[in-house]
């Protein structure tokens, strides 16, 4: 079985910072991309950042600037969002999107379950 979990959402006030840590686990035989979505309420799902395995990134424009989206050699198959300077309305519910080809050699779209970010004060 092949998934990705997301974990490090939460509650935080305007102008404040939380990271988000998304893992993909199981049957990978390699990672094409890896990427950030979320959906605000009431509105489609978005992309927010994307990192290929080449290392290329992609933004959205509304957060250039203030997301980064990482991964470290030390960690496999897991990538980071550092988000600073957060406003509300980037509170949405945040989505790990992982695409993947198999030992088996399934190329696989995976979502996570997705992690709540509210910005608040």
């Known amino acids: 079985q092949v998934q990705v979990v997301e974990s490090g959402g939460g509650l935080v006030q305007p102008g404040g910072s939380l990271r988000l840590s998304c893992a993909a686990s199981?049957?990978?035989?390699?990672?094409?991309?890896m990427g950030w979505y979320r959906q605000p309420p009431g509105k489609q799902r978005e992309l927010v950042a994307r990192?290929?395995?080449?290392?290329?990134?992609?933004y959205a424009d509304s957060v250039k600037g203030r997301f980064t989206i990482s991964r470290t050699n030390a960690v496999k198959n897991t990538v980071y969002l550092q988000m600073n300077s957060l406003r509300p309305e980037d509170t949405a519910v945040y989505y790990c999107?992982?695409?993947?080809?198999?030992?088996?050699?399934?190329?696989?779209?995976?979502w996570g379950q997705g992690t709540q970010v509210t910005v608040s004060s």
């Open positions: 199981g049957s990978i035989f390699s990672i094409n991309e």
């Open positions: 990192l290929t395995s080449g290392g290329s990134t992609n």
């Open positions: 999107n992982a695409k993947v080809m198999t030992y088996s050699r399934n190329s696989l779209s995976l």
